[in-house]
């Protein structure tokens, strides 16, 4: 880190600070309930659902484990894991 | 100086005339008392279509300087001008601008602060914003009020500097004052004033993040890159001088700016339009062999330190008058300021400090020579004195 | 696509503000600026020299938003450069309601084009829960405590829409990150309309509403769905469109999900408590017509 | 080149035109050869309160800033003022008066050591400029009684800030102060 | 000091509770970060019925000190409590709180100012509104912070005094510590502050008006009164410290502290809490056979000039601390200030200024080893040192 | 009796606040406690060692009028002092609509009992007739002056009242000065009420507006018949008893009157003007059913 | 004048300023057409107009001359005639 | 009397509990006869980020305000912390880590020279508390494992602070890591 004139930063750049390390229940999906709506990836507060193909997974670099994709789920298909587990 | 181009005009407007010159792309201010007839006159030149339509009425003056933030930050020009109680208002913004470090240039009518409300001169105001990271001009008439506009914005734009400057003038003694002066020249200012080139802005195209925030880590270089930038300005402050000289034959002085100094046992030093009434006083005791002269201090922000310790060479005993008191420490700025700078240095030649012309008590011209007396009492007699009102009406105690 | 907001950003796990600032990017589009005033969502995405903005950002203080925006649409406009570019505040309750609603009236009443968004999580969460003017009757916070003599906040929600759209301004409207879809679209269509809007985002704040950090959608269901949060566009004055609820349910509900009204559960004189904000929907569903 | 300076108080009401006519002063001596300042007095005073504006002319640049305590000579915009506010204040023996009145200076009783001289602006104005507004006549009457500034000088500065027919009359008005003042007093 | 009364509590609480048992009239704050715990303290105090109902959420730090004019005006008692980017939104309201001499009282949870922006602590805050004629103490820990809460309200309300007062801690730093602190004991409270006996207040029996305008024939007999009352306040705040010794048997200090300054060579200036910090350091020097000591400010307004000339008699080399800087003087104000006060006495000693703390940097007692081992280099080799940073990360720049 | 505003004070001679000032007194009674910010009244009033008022009366500055209002309000109640007396605001437009207004929205919110007169001269009089939120429509002030290319100030009067009113006040009205009985009750109306009560009283100003100084009141009721100053009373946020006019006057009548409207006279374009500001008129006389 | 501590002062005061030297124009009112009804004291902003008996006189020590009780007399009975003439 | 400070300090996520942990055991270290200093790490992080709070001990009163560099214990409240945040740091070969965990102490790689022990906290809370708050059991851990502080002061601490039946059952969770953890590791 250096210090400029002025506290001006380059754009997107929290992508540094891996929130992954937050987590302490992991969403684990269940492709075969999942029907693909996206509404778990709407609701991430984190943004980090992303489409992978045509399944939505998260990005577990980023994943806070807030469980609400689990909670939004209209088919139940993302359960909330304790990490490391 | 040149007869043929002045005209008589009040300080306001040439101040005004200065900026409409200086072609700002936003302007925003709020009315305050002196302050108001810049506003009005550049609100006249917008509605008579002799301005382009720059300016925006806001509903307060932290209003004010926040809007500036934004104009700066997408690359405008920026420019307000305010006094006393608005610009203390925008404290809390004035920090930020320079911590932001966005060249926006204000014209300070200073005022007295309330309480009690008063609208009458003195500097407290401007000085009680010394430690917000602006830059400080204070002109000694209206024309160095209006030719220290120009040089405001090239210096708060210099890419070396990049710090906010206030042009501070005496409200009413020189806002309210007619007299002649060349109006800024509109067919030299670009030879002088480039357009302003920002290093970064706000733009789609190029996505940034303007104030984040900085945690132990990294607060203090930040602030001390202000404060390098500073001294940065202390150059570009003379430099600014000298090549407004160059291109339109004015010069006030740099950093500071001496009269009769170079040999003065008694040495004044002020700022801001008393200046103008010492020079007349000076040259009549000086007539009656009494050995004085004056600093005058251009720019207090950056403090002209080694300015100072030179121009005093001479001194037996240094002077100085503050329109600004600093209530529990009982001294005004420069005083404090002035005797901090030279402490460490070889220099031992005692300071004397007056404050007056407070809430808008005049200043004639026997005040002034008083003033010199009694330093030319204590210069013989060795004595030690501290920082007292010059002008107190016992009577009323 | 790159995210409008880069994740790595430090809101709570479940934060609403997060989805509130997520939903108002994507309605408003990559060509905004956005200015934030000092809050949860300013501190989370920027420490130096980080920043989870991938559209221009800009923080200046806590309470000069309004201010600031105007500054830019005026400057944009004065450089020939406004054109397509939104302006847009994304600020919280206390920014808008409080501290910052001088700036926002001054900058409403001269009628810059932009669209301001309060991202409403109905207390100062930042500096750690206290009441603002958006706090809902009753809910406790660290300045509003419930206690031994106390059922929290005191005061009921400042009507903010109500005070924008009388500044004259062409469009206000609620939202709820509940609904997503819905919430973009009003962002969108103030970034469309001409002149200064106003968008009121209901986002539950899972720390300082104190309810876990996966309910935070369906915190803020319930709010619509009882009736607390009547999601409404106002176009020129007008109220329009109140999105109507069929099954109102009972506030009592969205309330238990709650630790801020949990002492309306265990203090005695709860019940009256309750009633009285049940009262508050059902004006509200009266008003706004929502039945 | 004299190194006196001239000193001038214009004493009027708030919305009477005090100021304009200490500038008009200005800016006539300016053009006359004189350095010159002109400044209100710094109040609060609303419409209809006695008020004052000065002017300093010098054939050297004026530094000076103090306000100004001993006039050489001091405008009268309305004689009722006299009741109200002592007019002659800091006068000498050397000062003049100009009060704009119909009656003889001698129905003042302004305890002044100076010579106070009448004119009736108001009624040169009345005539020509068709409104009791006096501040540009009694301008011309000051040319006339002091010759400290030239009369065209006078009426350039009325005319460059009144323009078209407004100025053409205030000038005219100006240059009949003049007149009565010049023979008359 | 006696363990027995002792509770391990936080500086917040501390505050809040001394604040309950000063009994004001009325609160009125509005939450900053590190300030917010005292208030809400406040609150749940309230909220439990463990304190009258006194304080009122407000919408800006600007309306909470207005507010507090009001209700000292009709004769209350009032306290708030702010830092940093409030304490200058309220600029305006304290020129104007001082100058109605309204004796309200103040907690500023110390905190650097932004841009940019920064939550952690230095001085920046009260420093930079040393000139708004509020009396300004520094508490060195939560003890101090909570014992000087009551001592502010008796010194504002003496009626030879009438300021208002700012109680300064570190935010964090002492804000957010839990440490062991005898609560202000609610049963002597009484004898120690009596009531609040205002000189006037508005009242419909009694109508007065408050607040009137000053014009130039009167403005500066306004602010000498001001700075009259700030002399006053010298001895009241030794005897506030002397009497509350008496009543509660603890005492940090009058306008300054000393310890192991008398025959020190070193000498340091600082105040708040680093000199808890310093306060360990010394000893260990001090075995090494480094003479230094310390003088602790208490009372930063009034500036305790008188005091300072005193105590710096055995000096060699006077080493000032501070957490702030006037940006464009290089400065921070104690540097300043000192060697302002002793310039013009027969003292000669060299005084550097070191800057440090600033925006949270922490201060390790390495730090002041350093900063003393320089000061020795300076004593002995006689060389001029400016100010600067002593914490500087080179490496970011 | 003595007059609670004594003579002796420095309004203009003709002077509008001056009358709304004394009817505001007239209408609150001696037992009352006034704040006034900076403006016209207070700088006129008040040079030390005088004061025109003979109730007690503070100001502290020009931007916090109802954050002081409050501190008095809370500390009469603390101190047990609160009772019978009436806390009374009397604030220019320009403290009220722009600079104070937030202080005073906080106050509204939190329910002070206190009683907001706004004095609207519709201009900042005191620093010499610059534009206020409250400046009407193409009105020429030194800060919006008409000009070669511009018919003065282009913005429409903010609408406080209905802000006001928003904020959950009990009471709010309008009155004039020119319909003194009017304005006395509807001030004693507003102490009587518990709560924060605002009234805005139209006050002209013949320094600024530029009529002569005989014709205050006559230019006061041509703004009330001419429908450009509704008066109303608004009880809980409803609009109540607006005054009928019979015979409403063409606003040119009004506007002729005045120096600052001289312009739509004398400039091309001027009869569109005049045509926009009678459009305002005939949408009042319709939105508060005046006819 | 003594400056005291704060800027408080007596209330009533203004009284020694005496503003009727602003006057230019003077009311004069002829009580044979005056009907008393008092309108022009309920207007007068100096609050000048007293009643005397039952007549209503101003108070030229203060009265400034707006004309304002001459405007708003529905008897016409008041007339502004200039001073000191 | 030892003029020792001991220096600890406790890792957690925000919401946690480390300010509370690193309070009571200030708290139940005055109790205990020492002096005492607790304080948070000062941030702006939110619930679920890694921070950390110090509690600061010695016989005679402390001044010292500086932050904790080179802690003699370090707590550890979630196990996974160890792989976002390096919980040795400052830590020499004197010092102690407690971590909460199932997992045994070796299968922890921090690249501390000094002793690290586990105790499965949650576990205990689980079992006594009903819910996975830590931050008092592990209190109990501390004590046990490092003798600094009386097991009885810091069941007082927790019973001060919680008040009824929590309080009770977060005393017995304590008491419970104290047996643990004295015996085991
Ligand atoms: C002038 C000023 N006062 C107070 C603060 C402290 N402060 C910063 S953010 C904040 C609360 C923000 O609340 P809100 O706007 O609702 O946003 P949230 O954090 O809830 O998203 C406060 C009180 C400040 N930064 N500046
Ligand atoms: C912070 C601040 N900004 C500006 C001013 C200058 N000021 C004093 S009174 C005033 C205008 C008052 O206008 P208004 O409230 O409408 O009252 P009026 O004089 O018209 O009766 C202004 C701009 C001030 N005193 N303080
Ligand atoms: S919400 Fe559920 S069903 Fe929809 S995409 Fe996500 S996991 Fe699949
Ligand atoms: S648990 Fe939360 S952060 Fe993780 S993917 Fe689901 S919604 Fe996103
Ligand atoms: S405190 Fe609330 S609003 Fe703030 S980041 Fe956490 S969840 Fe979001
Ligand atoms: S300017 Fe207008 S409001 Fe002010 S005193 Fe004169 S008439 Fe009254
Ligand atoms: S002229 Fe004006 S001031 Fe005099 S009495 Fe009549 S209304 Fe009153
Ligand atoms: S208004 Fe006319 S009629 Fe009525 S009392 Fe006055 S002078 Fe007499
Ligand atoms: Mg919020
Ligand atoms: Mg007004």
Known sequence: MKVIHAAIVKPGTTLVNKTGGWRTFMPECNYELCNGCGICETYCPDSVIVKDGDRYAPNLDYCKGCGICANVCPKDAITMILEGK | ????????????????????????DVVAAYPITPQTNIVEHISQFIADGEMDDVSINVESEHSAMSLLVGASSVGARAYSATASQGLVLMSEVLFNVSGMRLPIVVTVVNRAMSAPLSIWNDQQDSISQRDTGWIQLYAEDVQEAADMTAQAFKIAENSNVLLPVMVCMDGFILSHVYEPVVLLEDDLIDEFLPGYSPLAVLDPDNPKTFGAFADPGAYTEFRYLQEVAMKNAIPVIEDAADEFKEVFGRYQGGLIDEYMAEDAEIMIIAMGSVVGTIKEVIPELRAKGVSVGIIKIRSFRPFPAEAIRKAVASAKVIVTLDKNISIGLGEGALFTETKSVIYNSSIRTPVIGFMLGHGGRDIPKARIEQIVMEAGEVMKRGITVESRYADLKEELL | MTQLLAPGHRMCAGCGDALATKFALKGAGDRCIVVSPTGCIEVSTTPYPESSWNVPWIHSLFDNAGAVA????????????????????????????????????????????????????????????????????????????????????????????????????????????????????????????????????????????????????????????????????????????????????????????????????????????????????????????ME | MTEKTIEIRIHGRGGQGSVTAAELLAVAAFEDGWYCQAFPMFGVERRGAPVFAFTRMRKHPIKLRSQIYEPDYVIVQDATLTDVVDVAAGTNAGSLIIINSEKEPGQFNLGAECRVVTVDATKIAMDIIGRPIVNTTLLGAFAGLTGEIDLGCIKNAVKARFSGKIGEVNAEAVQKAFEMAGCGS
Chains 1, 7 share one sequence.
């Open chain 2, 1 to 24: 100086m040149d007869r043929e181009n002045m005209s008589v005009v009040d300080g306001a407007y040439a101040v005004a005339h200065a900026v409409n010159v200086c072609k700002p």
């Open chain 3, 70 to 289: 105007a500054g830019i649409e005026w400057g944009l406009k004065k450089l020939g450069k406004k054109e397509d570019t939104t302006v847009m505040v994304i600020a919280g309750d206390g920014a808008t309601f409080d501290i910052g609603l001088q700036a926002m009236s001054g900058a409403f009443e001269r009628g810059h084009d932009m669209v301001y968004v309060c991202v409403d999580n109905e207390a100062y969460m930042n500096t750690g829960i206290q009441r603002s003017g958006a706090t809902p009757y009753d809910a406790s916070t660290t300045t509003s405590p419930a206690g031994k003599v106390s059922f929290g906040n005191p005061l009921p929600k400042k009507n903010m829409p109500a005070i924008m759209a009388d500044h004259g301004s062409p469009y206000v409207a609620t939202a709820s990150i509940a609904y997503a879809k819905d919430a973009i679209r009003k962002v969108a269509r103030a970034a469309e309309i001409e002149g200064p809007a106003y968008i009121q985002i209901h986002a539950p704040c899972c720390t300082g509403w104190k309810f876990d950090s996966s309910k935070t959608v369906e915190v803020g269901r319930l709010a619509v769905e009882a009736g607390l949060w009547p999601m409404y566009e106002m176009i020129d004055g007008r109220i329009e469109k109140a999105k109507k609820i069929r099954d109102r349910k009972p506030v009592e509900e969205y309330l238990r999900m709650q630790g801020r009204f949990k002492h309306l559960f265990t203090m005695e004189g709860g019940e009256e408590e309750i009633a009285r904000i049940q009262a508050i929907a059902d004006w509200n569903a009266e008003y706004y017509e």
